[in-house]
């Protein structure tokens, strides 16, 4: 189909998602890597047993021998069939580059560093990942700020009968509270920042803290800081990205969308007692990359750009074959660029005005 055909049809699956009764729990735009002017719609529906995995392509026979022609003219010399594999790997050059800087721990880590686990200071059950430090300007003042989700840093209200995410501003901890008991550690000893940004849906789930002043969190930092790429708003489908996650490491995928929608639970709202629903838009989506406690990620492109921020995955019931590389589920990110574009704005869940200026990561 078209790529205009696809995005109706991504709206469409949106529609329905935003069903409660929807066992529709993500849906995608994917491009043909073979014949760029392709496209097919991928999404998942949920039994109540797992996720499974559907693909609409739509295409007419003419079509399929226009492209079958093509194919034959563009692979003649290759008659074994092979073609370049992205799978899970961690030999990319930005594979190379995070791993030379970084190596996952659960410990206390000082200067702190993306890929170390993170939480807020009162949550004693759930980990996520210091996806990356940047700095930022406000009223011509810099500083230094880290970047993770809002599910992570911010804490869940003991009630709910709303939307009602807490408004406070959290301390951020590292480790986080859940490894903290383990280590005795006291509460001065491993605060590291306080939350000054939060946002939850429908585009992106981000939480920014600001690292605290005269802190041995950052104590050297600059001095040994490597000033990253900024993140661009245009990157390319099916080519290789890295994330750097507390709970799985430096793992590589494969892109597979800029246009992705995910239904999830969300953690701020209840209804009578009951979970409520929320549908994500404007993600990106790549093969499976992550798992719980890796969740606040950076997403970085095969050039060593940041793209994304990781926030959520699916596994399918039954994984499948794709080039020879099992794929097991999906991982989604938001889009970096339209994160900062709301900070620069100052907007969030409260109306809070605190517009921030993006610089540039260290890594």
């Given at each position: 189909?078209?790529?205009?055909?696809?995005?109706?049809?991504?709206?469409e699956?949106?529609?329905?998602?935003?069903?409660?009764?929807?066992?529709?729990?993500?849906?995608?735009?994917?491009?043909?890597?073979?014949?760029?002017?392709?496209?097919?719609?991928?999404?998942?529906?949920?039994?109540?047993?797992?996720?499974?995995?559907?693909?609409e392509?739509?295409?007419?026979?003419?079509?399929?021998?226009?492209?079958?022609?093509?194919?034959?003219l563009?692979?003649?010399?290759?008659?074994?069939g092979?073609?370049?594999?992205?799978?899970v790997?961690?030999?990319?050059?930005?594979?190379?580059?995070?791993?030379?800087?970084?190596?996952?721990?659960?410990?206390f880590?000082?200067?702190i560093?993306?890929?170390?686990?993170?939480?807020?200071?009162?949550?004693?059950?759930?980990?996520?990942?210091?996806?990356?430090?940047?700095?930022?300007?406000?009223?011509?003042?810099?500083?230094?700020?880290?970047?993770?989700?809002?599910?992570?840093?911010?804490?869940?209200?003991?009630?709910?009968?709303?939307?009602?995410?807490?408004?406070?501003?959290?301390?951020?901890?590292?480790?986080?509270?859940?490894?903290?008991?383990?280590?005795?550690?006291?509460?001065?000893d491993?605060?590291?920042?306080?939350?000054?940004?939060k946002?939850?849906?429908?585009?992106?789930?981000?939480?920014?803290?600001?690292?605290?002043?005269?802190?041995?969190?950052?104590?050297?930092?600059?001095?040994?800081?490597?000033?990253?790429?900024?993140?661009?708003?245009?990157?390319e489908?099916?080519?290789?990205?890295?994330k750097?996650?507390?709970?799985?490491?430096?793992?590589?995928?494969?892109?597979k969308?800029?246009?992705?929608?995910?239904?999830?639970?969300?953690?701020?709202?209840?209804?009578?007692?009951?979970?409520?629903?929320?549908?994500?838009?404007?993600?990106?989506?790549?093969?499976?990359?992550a798992?719980?406690?890796?969740?606040?990620?950076?997403?970085?492109?095969?050039?060593?750009?940041?793209?994304?921020?990781?926030?959520?995955?699916?596994?399918?019931?039954?994984?499948?074959?794709?080039?020879?590389v099992?794929?097991?589920?999906?991982?989604?990110?938001?889009?970096?660029?339209l994160?900062?574009?709301?900070?620069?704005?100052?907007?969030?869940?409260?109306?809070?005005?605190?517009?921030?200026?993006?610089?540039?990561?260290?890594?």
């Open positions: 189909m078209t790529e205009e055909q696809a995005k109706q049809k991504l709206s699956k949106i529609e329905e998602m935003k069903k409660p009764t929807s066992k529709v729990i993500y849906a995608a735009i994917l491009q043909d890597e073979k014949d760029k002017t392709l496209y097919k719609l991928e999404y998942g529906t949920n039994d109540g047993t797992g996720t499974n995995y559907h693909v392509t739509s295409v007419t026979e003419e079509e399929k021998k226009i492209f079958r022609e093509k194919m034959r563009e692979y003649s010399l290759n008659e074994d092979s073609k370049d594999i992205i799978g790997v961690t030999e990319t050059s930005m594979g190379k580059l995070l791993s030379s800087f970084y190596e996952p721990v659960e410990e880590v000082r200067p560093k993306a890929g170390i686990g993170i939480s807020d200071i009162t949550s004693k059950e759930k980990t996520g990942t210091l996806g990356g430090i940047f700095l930022g300007s406000q009223n011509n003042q810099t500083a230094l700020y880290v970047i993770s989700n809002m599910h992570v840093l911010a804490k869940y209200p003991e009630t709910y009968n709303q939307w009602v995410p807490t408004k406070d501003q959290e301390d951020v901890v590292q480790p986080s509270e859940k490894s903290r008991e383990s280590i005795n550690l006291k509460k001065a491993y605060k590291i920042a306080t939350t000054v940004w946002q939850f849906g429908p585009e992106v789930d981000v939480a920014i803290a600001k690292i605290c002043c005269n802190h041995d969190a950052v104590k050297g930092f600059y001095n040994s800081a490597f000033k990253m790429n900024p993140f661009v708003e245009e990157f489908i099916n080519t290789a990205a890295s750097l996650g507390y709970k799985t490491g430096l793992t590589t995928a494969k892109i969308s800029k246009h992705a929608a995910i239904r999830i639970e969300n953690p701020f709202t209840k209804v009578n007692g009951l979970k409520k629903h929320i549908v994500f838009t404007n993600q990106i989506m790549t093969d499976d990359m798992e719980g406690g890796d969740s606040g990620s950076l997403l970085i492109d095969q050039y060593g750009v940041p793209i994304g921020l990781t926030f959520a995955d699916i596994n399918f019931k039954k994984s499948y074959l794709e080039g020879g099992k794929i097991k589920g999906r991982t989604f990110h938001n889009r970096l660029d994160i900062f574009k709301m900070l620069e704005k100052g907007e969030n869940y409260n109306n809070k005005n605190y517009p921030l200026k993006f610089k540039y990561f260290f890594t």
